[in-house]
């Protein structure tokens, strides 16, 4: 099972749960012509000499890739297909895929226009030549060549025909380990880019942690070779070219997705538990994006089909049930919940660029930037789970308000009545779940949002005074090597209670206390509205026992 609270908290309606790395986007680049001096190096190298360096010459390697690859793909019979703007070329592509199983190489090449880093030269003086890079970034075409590999199935390379001719390589983990799976023998049903049974959740779990140990970085850097200069660069540069001038990309990983699927038992337990954790945290959670598409079928009460026994891979038609998608930004990572299938609830962590993980990006990095997005799951569970959990411990309301000491500072204690107070713990509450946590400054720009005022009401000066409030009482911790916070579990919990207990249990009964609830009920009133008034019935007639009833 999932070492995450979350995950623990609803053990008994789980078969199991797995961790798989998904998407991954890994940069090819030639290192040499990333400067301006190195270029030149370069192209002296592969022509002899600075004489045809000039942007005319750079446009028509272009130009010959663009016919070596047409006449390739018409002497091949693979489709060469140009996109338009918006299109899912992926998508496009995976519905495409050959049926025979012995199938490797290309299958289908599409062209697009993106924005490319291509070089400028200018010439000046007696021969002096400036490279540089254009500026804003021109558009140029772009060549995805969608191919079939024996170990990680549908692999895609992007590639641009300029110098010094830039690329990625866009792999599913999925892929790698449903094929890895069936060399085994573990029985599963696969929908899309998820398993939604296994014959055992343990066996799936240890195959896809094979993907973040050490040691996989060697089958990244294999099928990386295996592919870009075979099936792509060889239309531009020969093998003798790249000899030559020694051409050779090195790799970076750029984009990487990682995801815990938890497979329930009953799909309705599923959405119940789903739907009831985006109900009670969302508003704490300051979650802006919920988007639920509606279907028409219910999920089913048991499962449904025969055993896994003996079931190598079954991929199943995509039903039409609601899917609501619960996402977190975090400038250029996002966490994100959503079910897949009659009974997976998927939780996601992306990075969009994983320069922002701050774990290096360079190939031999990915099992750090692998284990850095599992922590990010981890910690948004975790984050979950006390929002979704809270409680008040003996005593402490009554420390709370108490002066407090941090370091050889003495500093005031937390008064929940006031405005302000009731602002910073907004704030604090909404950005636990960054999984980078928060500066003094971004917890100033949050509470500003909760008060609706302007700078000058709420500085970075007096966000540091309050979260020195809560580092004395044990909420927050600093980031250990940064200026940046996070909130403990049980000081998350605590401030969850506290946010919760006056503004939606104390606001709304003393709302009603003093006026008689002799009013219309409201039309829609849900079940959550029944309860307020059934307690402020119970409480006026407490009050007017106690004398204090208006």
């Not at 509450?429 to 400054?441: T, W």
Request: charged share 25%; net charge positive; with cysteine.
């Amino acid at each position: 099972m999932g070492c995450d609270a979350f995950t623990g908290s609803y053990e008994e309606l789980l078969d199991g749960v797995y961790d798989c790395v998904d998407r991954i986007v890994i940069n090819a680049y030639f290192a040499l012509a990333g400067s301006g001096g190195g270029f030149r190096t370069w192209w002296r190298a592969l022509c002899g000499g600075d004489e045809t360096l000039d942007n005319a010459h750079l446009m028509r390697f272009a130009g010959h890739f663009a016919r070596r690859v047409h006449a390739y793909a018409q002497a091949h019979g693979i489709p060469l297909i140009r996109c338009g703007a918006g299109e899912r070329k992926h998508e496009e592509a995976e519905a495409c895929l050959p049926q025979d199983p012995e199938f490797q190489g290309v299958f289908r090449i599409q062209v697009s226009r993106a924005p490319a880093p291509l070089r400028d030269i200018r010439r000046f003086g007696n021969g002096g030549i400036e490279v540089g890079r254009k500026r804003p970034e021109p558009f140029a075409n772009w060549y995805s060549f969608h191919i079939v590999d024996r170990e990680w199935g549908h692999v895609t390379v992007v590639l641009c025909p300029h110098p010094p001719f830039p690329a990625r390589v866009i792999l599913n983990g999925h892929e790698w380990v449903a094929r890895r799976a069936r060399a085994e023998g573990l029985g599963f049903t696969q929908e899309g880019n998820c398993f939604t049974e296994v014959s055992s959740a343990a066996d799936f779990a240890r195959v896809a942690d094979t993907m973040k140990a050490s040691g996989f970085v060697g089958r990244l850097a294999e099928v990386c070779e295996r592919w870009v200069y075979s099936a792509c660069l060889c239309f531009v540069l020969s093998a003798e070219e790249q000899q030559r001038s020694g051409f050779r990309y090195s790799y970076s990983t750029y984009q990487g997705e990682y995801s815990r699927n938890l497979l329930f038992h009953r799909g309705r337990q599923m959405e119940e538990v789903f739907q009831g954790a985006i109900d009670r945290t969302r508003a704490l959670l300051d979650i802006d994006t919920v988007k639920t598409v509606f279907g028409y079928k219910q999920r089913p009460y048991k499962h449904r089909g025969p055993g896994m026994a003996g079931r190598s891979q079954v991929v199943v038609e995509t039903p039409v049930y609601d899917l609501t998608v619960f996402r977190v930004h975090f400038r250029r990572l996002t966490v994100k919940a959503y079910s897949k299938g009659e009974h997976v609830l998927r939780i996601e962590a992306i990075a969009h660029n994983t320069k922002d993980l701050r774990c290096g990006t360079g190939l031999d990095r990915f099992p750090q930037i692998a284990s850095a997005l599992c922590g990010m799951v981890d910690r948004f569970l975790g984050v979950l789970r006390c929002v979704d959990r809270c409680w008040l411990d003996d005593g402490t309301l009554d420390t709370l308000p108490l002066p407090s000491i941090v370091g050889a500072t003495r500093v005031g204690g937390l008064d929940i009545n006031r405005a302000r107070t009731r602002a910073v713990v907004a704030a604090v509450i909404a950005a636990s779940a960054d999984p980078r946590g928060f500066s003094v400054g971004e917890l100033a720009v949050k509470v500003r949002e909760v008060r609706r005022c302007g700078p000058a009401d709420y500085r970075p000066r007096q966000a540091s005074y309050d979260l020195k409030k809560l580092r004395a009482k044990g909420m927050l911790l600093r980031v250990e090597g940064t200026r940046r916070y996070r909130a403990t579990p049980d000081g998350l919990r605590t401030l969850v209670a506290l946010h919760v207990l006056r503004e939606r249990v104390l606001k709304p009964i003393l709302a009603g206390a003093s006026r008689s609830l002799a009013h219309q009920s409201p039309t829609n009133a849900g079940v959550i509205d029944a309860h307020y008034e059934t307690i402020q019935r119970a409480m006026e007639q407490l009050f007017r026992a106690l004398n204090i009833a208006a």
